[in-house]
């Protein structure tokens, strides 16, 4: 079973800025595409950002095109997703995964983006 661990989270302001952090202990980290999900309040997952194996492709949710970056470190197994000009409906529990969006996830990270 995969071990994933996100921080990272906490509250910021709209326009704000976040570094969230998925650490994933092991040897098969490298091999994988990872992906950040997340859910708001009362909805459901929410698929957020893909990244491939070796780092060269990301793709995004339309909703944070533009404002997020994600990005992997293979030697330390850590991916990141670099969050700017949050807003309000950015506000969610974030989670990684690795290989499948929809299969197992680590703790989550609450981000929460308030005035």
């Known amino acids: 079973q995969v071990q994933l661990v996100e921080s990272g989270g906490g509250l910021v302001q709209p326009g704000g800025s976040l570094r969230l952090s998925c650490a994933s202990p092991?040897?098969?980290?490298?091999?994988?595409?990872m992906h950040w999900v997340r859910q708001a309040p009362g909805k459901g997952l929410e698929h957020v950002a893909t990244?491939?194996?070796?780092?060269?492709?990301?793709v995004y949710a339309n909703s944070v095109k533009g404002r997020f970056t994600i990005s992997r470190d293979n030697v330390r197994n850590i991916l990141f997703l670099y969050m700017n000009k949050l807003k309000s409906e950015d506000t969610a529990v974030y989670y990684c995964?690795?290989?499948?969006?929809?299969?197992?996830r680590g703790q989550g990270t609450q981000v929460t983006v308030s005035s």
């Open positions: 990244i491939n194996s070796n780092g060269a492709m990301a």
């Open positions: 995964a690795q290989d499948d969006p929809d299969g197992p």
């Open positions: 092991g040897s098969t980290f490298s091999a994988y595409s």
